[in-house]
C-alpha cells in the first residue's frame, strides 16, 4: 500500500500559542488518521504537589494553567475540605463563586478572538481580546492580579469583596456586556461564519458520552451535563441560571454555547453581589487529618478533578489532577476524520485546548515529506474563509 | 550600532516561543499586541516563523522535550538576535526548579538578553521591557 | 438515585467479591474489589447505570500500586470510587478498560508511563507526557523515584 501523505504540524507554529505536535494523515485534502503528541509542557505538577504543604499546593495548581486558575485551586480546596471535613464560611463561597464565574467570562472571550483568529476573522480576534479588558480590570481590583489570582485557600478566601468594589464591578460588567451584545451579533449572524462553521467537526451525544466529553464540548452535542449543578459546590445551587445546551455538535455550536454561558455567568455575579452576605471568609483551619478527598469543579473547558490522599503529615501523600482537556481532546478521533485539512485547524481549536493543563504533546518526523507548513495551514483556513465571503458578496 | 542592529530596532519582530508555560505569560503577550496596549504602533509584531524574527521571547520552565527545540530554534534565527526570558519560570524556572522533567535554566541553554521577571509580568512590564532592550542594543556602539 | 442506593446495588451485585464498601459523606463513597473484576464493574457502573468516567488514578503505597478509578453519577452528584490494589509492585498487571469506555484511552497510557503498571489488551501504550530519551524502567511518580540531583548553576 502506498504511504499516505502526512502533515506535521508544530510543535512550534503561530496557530496556538503553546507547544503541541499534531500529526495529519491525508488522503488529498481529507484528513484520514490524526495522532497526536503531548509532553511539551509536561512539569511534573503532581509530583511537586506532592513535596510541598497543603497551603503552599494551592499556588502551584494555581501555575497548572493561566487561564483556569480559579478553577483548579477551587478544586484543590474543596478536595482538602472533603478530606478534613472543613466547613466554609458563606461570605467566602459567595467570593468563590464570583471569582469563577469571572474567569469563565474571560476565558470563553479569550477563545472566541483565537476561534476568530484562526478563521483568519482578524477583527473578531481584536475586539474579542479588547472587550476582555474590563474583566481583567475586575479581577486586577478584587484580587490583585490580572492572572493568577492567589484568591483561594483550604477553608475560605484570601482577599475579601469590599463595599466599594461591588458599584465598581457592576458598572464594568454593564459595559462588558454592551460591547459582548455588538460582538454576539456580528458573531452569531455572520452568514460567512455560519457556513464556515456550520455542520463542520460534529461530536455526536453518543460520542461525548463515550469519551467522556466535558463542558461546552459536551454540552454543544447535547450532553447536558455541568458540575455546577450537577455536583453543586459555591453558591450555584443558590442562585438562579441556565445549563446552555446545544443539540448539533459542530463548531457553530460550541461557539453559541460559549457566547451564550458568558451572559449567564453575568447574570449569576449579579445575583452573588447582590446577596453577599457579611461574615468571616476564612474559617482558619488548623490540621489536616490523614484520609482522602475528592473536589470537582467546573473550569471555563469542563470539569476539573482533583484527588488528594493524606496520611496525616504536612503535605499530600497524592495529588492527582485531571484537567477538563485531557478527557475532551481524545474526541479528535471522532470530529478530525473526515473533514478537509483547511478546517482541521478550527476543529482541533473548537474544544478550547489547554495543553498546560494537560500537560502533555510529537516531534517532528523528519523521514515524512511535509506538504505544508503551519502557517500554509493557517493560509488554507483563512482562504476558505475569503471564498465563501466571495460568494456571499456574489449571492447580494 | 551597526547598521542590522539601527534598522532591527526601528521595527522589531518578536517570536513567541512557550517552553513548557502555564499559558499566563502566552496571554499576556498577545494582550500587548491587542487594542488596549497595541504594541503594533510601534512597529512590534508577532511573527509566525522563526525566521522571520529579530527577538525571541521565551516563556516558561525549558522541559526536557522542548530544550532540543530551542536551542534548533535559536540556530535557525538570523543574527543579530536578541531574547527575552519572560516571566519567573523563563528567567529561573520558578517552582518547577526541582521538576524531574525541568531541565536547565533558559540563560544555560541559549544567551538571554533581557528578563522580565512576574507571575506573569503585566503588560506594561512587557513594553518596558522592549524599550529598555532597544535602548541596549542602541547603546552597543561599534559592534 | 442516593449514594446508599447505588453502593447497595454494586453491593447486591457482587456480593462478596466486594472487599470493602465505605460510605464516607453523602457524596462520596469508596468501594474496595479485587483487580480481577474490574472490568465487569466497570461496564456495570459505565454502561448500566450511566455514570461518568471521572478518571483513574495511581496511587504508590507501601501494600502496592492503587488504582482508583472515579465515576460519576451526575443526576444526583455522586462520585464513586472503585479500588483495586495491585500487590505485585515489580510488574503490576491489571486488564484494560478501554474495552469499555474510550475515555480511559490516555490515563491508562499515562498511568504505564508514570508508574509502570501494563494494561493487558491495551494496545497503544505509547509514552505520552515523558521525552522520548526518558530511561526505561524509571517510573517518576513512584515513591522511590528520586529527582536526580543536576543544578548546574555553579557560584
Known amino acids: ?396 | 550600532m551597526g547598521f542590522k542592529e539601527k534598522i532591527l530596532t526601528k521595527s522589531i519582530y518578536v517570536f513567541h516561543l512557550s517552553s513548557g508555560s502555564c499559558n499566563n505569560c502566552d496571554i499576556e503577550i498577545l494582550d500587548c499586541l491587542t487594542p488596549r496596549f497595541d504594541l503594533e504602533r510601534f512597529g512590534i509584531v508577532l511573527v509566525g516563523s522563526i525566521k522571520h524574527a529579530d527577538v525571541l521571547l521565551c516563556t516558561g520552565s525549558a522541559n526536557r522535550l522542548t530544550i532540543p527545540r530551542i536551542k534548533k530554534l535559536y540556530e535557525q534565527m538570523p543574527k543579530p538576535a536578541f531574547v527575552i526570558a519572560y516571566g519567573a519560570c523563563g528567567s529561573s524556572r520558578g517552582l518547577f526548579k526541582d521538576s524531574y522533567n525541568t531541565g536547565e535554566p533558559l540563560d544555560e541553554i541559549i544567551p538571554v538578553d533581557a528578563y522580565i521577571p512576574g507571575c506573569p509580568p503585566k503588560p506594561e512590564a512587557t513594553i518596558g521591557a522592549l524599550v529598555k532592550l532597544i535602548g541596549k542594543i542602541r547603546a552597543k556602539k561599534g559592534k | 438515585m442516593t449514594i446508599d442506593a447505588i453502593v447497595k446495588k454494586i453491593n447486591d451485585r457482587y456480593g462478596d467479591r466486594i472487599l470493602k464498601s465505605e460510605i464516607k459523606s453523602s457524596k462520596r463513597a469508596y468501594i474496595d474489589i479485587y483487580p480481577k473484576d474490574i472490568v465487569d464493574v466497570a461496564k456495570y457502573l459505565f454502561k448500566e447505570l450511566g455514570m461518568r468516567f471521572n478518571i483513574a488514578s495511581a496511587v504508590d503505597d507501601f501494600d502496592g500500586i492503587e488504582i482508583l478509578y472515579h465515576f460519576a453519577y451526575d443526576a444526583s452528584g455522586v462520585i464513586v470510587t472503585i479500588r483495586v490494589i495491585l500487590k505485585d509492585k515489580d510488574n503490576p498487571h491489571i486488564d484494560t478498560i478501554t474495552t469499555v469506555t474510550k475515555a480511559a484511552w490516555w490515563i491508562e497510557r499515562e498511568i504505564h508511563e508514570l508508574f509502570g503498571v501494563e494494561f493487558d489488551g491495551n494496545e497503544d501504550l505509547r509514552p505520552l507526557l515523558l521525552p522520548d530519551d526518558w530511561p526505561k524502567g524509571v517510573y517518576p511518580l513512584r515513591k522511590n523515584f528520586v529527582v536526580p540531583k543536576r543544578d548546574s548553576r555553579k557560584a
Not at chain 1, 228 to 240: A, I, L, S, W
Not at chain 1, 272 to 293: A, F, T, V
Not at chain 1, 375 to 380: A, G
Request: proline fraction near 5%; charge should be negative.
Open chain 1, 1 to 396: 500500500m502506498k504511504a499516505k501523505p502526512v502533515i506535521p504540524i508544530g510543535p512550534y507554529h503561530p496557530l496556538q500559542e503553546e507547544p503541541e505536535f499534531w500529526k495529519l494523515v491525508v488522503d488529498g485534502e481529507t484528513v484520514v488518521d490524526v495522532d497526536v503528541r503531548i509532553g511539551y509542557n509536561h512539569r511534573g505538577i503532581e509530583k511537586i504537589s506532592e513535596s510541598k504543604s497543603f497551603d503552599q499546593s494551592i499556588f502551584i495548581v494555581e501555575r497548572i494553567c493561566g487561564i483556569c486558575s480559579s478553577s483548579h485551586p477551587i478544586a484543590c480546596v474543596q478536595a482538602i475540605e472533603d478530606l478534613a471535613g472543613i466547613e466554609v464560611p458563606e461570605r467566602a463561597l459567595y467570593i468563590r463563586t464570583i471569582t469563577q464565574e469571572l474567569e469563565r467570562i474571560h476565558s470563553h472571550m479569550l477563545w472566541l478572538g483565537l476561534a476568530g483568529h484562526f478563521l483568519g476573522y482578524n477583527t473578531v480576534f481584536m475586539w474579542g481580546w479588547k472587550y476582555r479588558e474590563p474583566i481583567c480590570d475586575i479581577m486586577e481590583m478584587v484580587t490583585g492580579n490580572r492572572q493568577n489570582y492567589a484568591m483561594h485557600k483550604v477553608g475560605g478566601v484570601r482577599r475579601d469583596i469590599e463595599k466599594e468594589h461591588v458599584s465598581y464591578i457592576l458598572t464594568r460588567l454593564d459595559e462588558f456586556l454592551k460591547q459582548l451584545d455588538i460582538l454576539k451579533g456580528a458573531v452569531l449572524d455572520d452568514p460567512v461564519l455560519h457556513t464556515r462553521l456550520e455542520g463542520i467537526g460534529i461530536l455526536t451525544k453518543e460520542a461525548a458520552i463515550e469519551y467522556s466529553a466535558l463542558g461546552p464540548t459536551a454540552r454543544a452535542s447535547g450532553y447536558d451535563i455541568d458540575v455546577r449543578r450537577d455536583h453543586p459546590y459555591g453558591v450555584y445551587d443558590k442562585v438562579k441560571w441556565n445549563v446552555i445546551t446545544q443539540e448539533k455538535g459542530d463548531v457553530f455550536a460550541k461557539a453559541v454555547v460559549r457566547i451564550l454561558e458568558m451572559y449567564e455567568s453575568a447574570r449569576i455575579i449579579r445575583q452573588c453581589l447582590d446577596r453577599l452576605p457579611d461574615g468571616p471568609i476564612d474559617s482558619k483551619p488548623k490540621e489536616i487529618p490523614p484520609g482522602e478527598g475528592i473536589g470537582v469543579a467546573e473550569a471555563p473547558r469542563g470539569e476539573v478533578f482533583h484527588y488528594v490522599k493524606s496520611d496525616g503529615t504536612n503535605s499530600p501523600v497524592r495529588h492527582k489532577i485531571r484537567a477538563p482537556t485531557y478527557m475532551n481532546f481524545p474526541t479528535f478521533r471522532e470530529t478530525v476524520i473526515g473533514e478537509t485539512v483547511s478546517d482541521a485547524t478550527i476543529i482541533l481549536a473548537a474544544i478550547d485546548p489547554c495543553y498546560c493543563c494537560t500537560e502533555r504533546m510529537i516531534v517532528v518526523d523528519d523521514s515524512n515529506k511535509e506538504l505544508f507548513r503551519a502557517q500554509e495551514l493557517v493560509r488554507l483556513s483563512q482562504e476558505k474563509t475569503a471564498r465563501i465571503r466571495e460568494r456571499f458578496r456574489m449571492k447580494q
